[in-house]
């Protein structure tokens, strides 16, 4: 079942100024519950003020975001509550931290939305967990935290508030190669048991090619394509034309392919590309 659909969706910055800039142009999809929809595309290209659109952060110019059939702009004054429905982290969401302990932080969404005292604990508590965030740092202050437990504290606060769509906006800028593996892995952990929907915003097509199950490619506020990352990372010149690349082991395998390697299409990860490998070797009898 669809859960939201995005219906010739356009934003326009400054209208009637002379600043005035299309940002995102007549995009329309659907995403099926329990999707996982990696966004990619040229600094520039919309992603940001898209996914702004979905939990109602700014309106649209024009174009409709019904989240489980229903205009989100339907009742104007109940756009807060679409909120808590479509969970948005930023960039950079430890800004998104004000309170005086982490416990507080994490609390704010499921408090507003009218928890008891005992939910809020649980909630704050697992959301604390899946972000592999411990119980110690829950009664420090957020801005004592490392860069990363600031992301991750920030990231617990959105999932606290259990939200139907989670959108994360770049959620591994910043962290060293561990870190975004691990938050990535943990991320993923989480969807697997809430089996929630994810819009993620990345610009490692490693990372979108390990975990989306489709991927929009925006290209000057146009939704340029939408598919598979194998699909789409299979279509090398147009993903570079548009200042993208592809995962760099897709790259590689392909070039072994163009000089008559035995190797199959759309090898998204170092993994895969073991395995192909070997299984190329064994089957030429060279191991
Ligand atoms: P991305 O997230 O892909 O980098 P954005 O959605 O941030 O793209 O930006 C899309 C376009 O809108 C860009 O040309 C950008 O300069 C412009 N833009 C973004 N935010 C604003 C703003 N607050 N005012 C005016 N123009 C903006």
Known sequence: MSIIEVKNLSFVYGIDTPFEKKAVEDVSLSVDEGEVIGLIGHTGSGKSTFVQMLNGLIKPTSGQVL???RDIWEKPKEIRNIRFKVGMVFQYPEYQLFDDTVYKDISFGPRNKGYSEKEIDE???NAARFVGLSERLLKESPFDLSGGEKRRAAIAGIIAMDPDV???DEPTAGLDPKGKNLLLAQIMQYHK???NTIFIVSHSMED???IADRVMVMNKGRLEMLDTPRNIF???????SMGLRVPQITK???TLKERGVNLPDGILTVEQAFFEVVNLLKKEGKI
Do not use: N
């Open 67 to 69: 989240l489980a059939g």
């Open 123 to 125: 909630k704050v508590r």
């Open 166 to 168: 989670l959108v994360l």
């Open 193 to 195: 048991q809430r089996k």
């Open 208 to 210: 979108i090619s390990r």
């Open 234 to 240: 299979a279509q090398v010149e147009k993903i570079e």
């Open 252 to 254: 590689i395998m392909m």
